[in-house]
């Protein structure tokens, strides 16, 4: 159970990456000056909900380590760096540096705040495409804890079939992998033939 200061942290810590993404995607088409884009969104923005500094980091690091970043990712795109749209490249970024860098953001953590930020941001299907890219960079950068993963929950035994119980009118029903379902009576005296 996460306590109520996790919450906010972690909200704060979503609208820093919303916000990164629009300097970043700022800075990528204009070529403007880091730190004047970073005054124009904390005139231009309420930033007080916001983990400003985690912002801060994102845009001013990122630009920094790009051509390691890009060279993490370049090899899991269908398609030339140029040809990519500029608003998945500064998710790719984000979710790359936070695979690379920050070790204490748990990998699962950045790619599904990269799916996110690409379906807020992004076209219809780029949270797709950002996600198997960014796993594609999990895989490559945090192999261990990638492996780590219990396999248990991606891939359950077939012959232990997973059981819940779901109560249904006087039923209860036994569900089981691969659809099995079977009924047991709560009482004997239910009827459960057709009157005549």
Known sequence: MKSQSQKPAHAA????????????????????????????????????????????????????????L??????????????????????????????????DVPYKVAINEGIELAKYFGATESHKYVNGVLDRVAQKLRVL????????????????????????GSRKIQLKAKSKISYKQKSDQTDTKPTE
């Open 13 to 68: 810590r979503r609208k820093a990456r919303r916000f990164t993404v629009q300097a970043l995607y700022q800075w990528q088409m204009t070529g403007a000056n880091l730190r004047e884009i970073e005054t124009q969104f904390r005139v231009d923005n309420d930033l007080r909900k916001t983990d400003s500094a985690y912002f801060h980091e994102l845009l001013h690091e990122i630009p920094k380590c790009i051509n390691e």
């Open 70 to 103: 890009d060279g993490y990712f370049i090899p899991f795109l269908d398609r030339e760096l140029k040809d990519l749209d500029q608003v998945e490249l500064a998710i790719l970024r984000i979710g790359t540096y936070e695979l690379s860098k920050r070790v």
């Open 145 to 168: 804890e990638v492996k780590a993963e219990p396999k248990a929950a991606a891939e359950p035994d077939a012959d232990k079939a997973p059981e819940a119980e779901v109560k249904s």
